[in-house]
């Protein structure tokens, strides 16, 4: 699983997505992430357990030209915008473009509209954003990793969705006896 995406100024969340899904942590001072980082968590999805790989992929620029390295093997993508920033959603539209174009054919795509604590600075509606999810047939969440809203929601949404799909590539764990995991 990949997730990305673009803002000029600050980042979008992406890094704070995943450190609420695999920490339950918030770190208001998270630095920039460099190339990508690597995190894995595991899920119990009914009698199953499901690892998650997941690739945090930085929003720079600079780095754009490395996303193919990372989606060309996943399973699903979490394009990921800030709902206080209109041009991060105009970007998620290029990085929804790209995939189609380039990225593996049956791939999953998640887009998460995230910071939706700051609800009274919205630029972007959630009802615009919805409806470009469902039309490009993507599942869709308003996030915030701050509060812990829909993060584990929208992992699990992906889960499920992947679990009903056979051609999905997530690595599939015997679960162990009467234990959660994660
Ligand atoms: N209010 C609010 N701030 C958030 C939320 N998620 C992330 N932030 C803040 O947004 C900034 C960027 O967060 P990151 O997680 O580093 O964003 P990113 O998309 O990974 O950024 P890059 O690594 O540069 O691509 C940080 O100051 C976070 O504290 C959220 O849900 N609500």
Known sequence: MTLW????????????????????????????TIGASFLTKTVPCGHELHKFLIWDTAGQERFHSLAPMYYRGSAAAVIVYDITKLDSFQTLKKWVKELKEHGPEDIVV?????????????????????????????????????????????????????????????TRQPPPSNKRCC
């Not at 604590?117 to 993507?138: H, N």
């Open 5 to 32: 995406g673009y803002c000029d100024d600050t980042g979008v969340g992406k890094s704070s997505i995943v450190c609420r899904f695999v920490q339950d942590h918030f770190d208001h001072n998270i630095s920039p």
């Open 110 to 170: 998640a887009i998460a509209g995230n910071k939706n604590d700051l609800g009274d600075i919205r630029e972007v509606p959630m009802k615009e954003a919805k409806d470009f999810a469902e039309s490009i047939a993507a599942i869709f969440m308003e996030t915030s990793a701050r509060n812990a809203v829909n993060v584990e929601e929208l992992f699990q949404k992906i889960s499920k969705y992947l679990d009903s799909n056979e051609s999905f590539k997530i």
